[in-house]
C-alpha cells in the first residue's frame, strides 16, 4: 500500500426540487489550471447529482489524479475485488464513517481512516481532509461529506446518503449497500 498523501475533499450537490443538480460538479476554478482535472463532461454530469469536489488548492490535484483514483475504484469493484463497510468514531450512535476499498485493503483502510480522524497532521497530507472538524461538528466543515484517497484509490464517507449513492453508482448491489447501513445504526459506541 501506498503512502497516503492526497485526499480530495467531497461536498454535497445542491440539488433542486426534481433532484437535479443546480450547478455542474465543477467550476472553472474546481480543479485549478486545469479546468476540468482530466474529467470528460459526460462523468461530470454522471457524478453531479452525487456530489461537488472541493477546491483543494494545489497542483497535485489538477492534472488527472481525481478520476484516476475513481477508475481504480470502478475496476476492483467490477472485478468483485471490493470490500464496503463502516467504522465507528466518536460515542454517539450514527457516528460512523462508510467506505468502499479495494477488498485487500480493508485493514489499512480503516487504519488510514482512524489515523485522519485522530491527527491527520500524522500523514503530512498535501491539503487538509478536515475529517475530524467535519466529525466534531465544527461549521466550516459541515459541506465536507465524503473523501476520495488518491494514493491507494479508496472513497469515504460521513454521508450516509452520499455513500449509497455512490455504491449504486458503480453497481455495488443494493442488498450490500442496505446491510452496511443498517448494521451502523445498530451499533453502540
Not at 467506505?99 to 489515523?115: A, D, F, G
Request: aromatic share 14%; net charge neutral; glycine share 8%.
Amino acid at each position: 500500500m501506498r503512502e497516503t498523501k492526497l485526499i480530495q475533499r467531497l461536498k454535497d450537490p445542491a440539488l433542486d426540487a426534481d433532484g437535479k443538480p443546480l450547478w455542474k460538479t465543477c467550476n472553472l476554478f474546481t480543479f485549478g489550471a486545469s479546468g476540468t482535472g482530466g474529467f470528460s463532461k459526460e462523468a461530470l454530469e454522471l457524478l453531479a447529482d452525487k456530489w461537488k469536489f472541493d477546491y483543494m488548492g494545489s497542483a497535485h490535484f489538477e492534472w488527472g489524479e481525481v478520476p484516476r483514483a475513481l477508475h481504480t475504484i470502478a475496476n476492483y469493484i467490477a472485478d468483485g475485488k471490493f470490500e464496503t463497510g463502516f467504522i465507528s468514531y466518536g460515542k454517539g450512535l450514527g457516528d460512523n464513517l462508510f467506505y468502499i476499498c479495494e477488498k485487500e485493503l480493508k485493514t489499512e483502510v480503516e487504519q488510514i481512516m482512524n489515523q485522519i480522524y485522530k491527527n491527520e497532521k500524522d500523514l503530512n497530507l498535501y491539503e487538509p481532509a478536515y475529517l475530524r472538524q467535519r466529525c466534531d461538528g465544527e461549521k466550516f466543515a459541515q459541506r465536507f461529506q465524503g473523501w476520495i484517497e488518491l494514493d491507494n484509490g479508496f472513497i469515504f464517507f460521513k454521508s450516509a446518503e452520499m455513500y449509497a449513492k455512490t455504491a449504486l453508482m458503480f453497481q455495488i448491489p443494493e442488498k450490500a449497500v442496505r446491510g452496511v447501513l443498517n448494521k451502523s445504526s445498530l451499533v453502540e459506541k
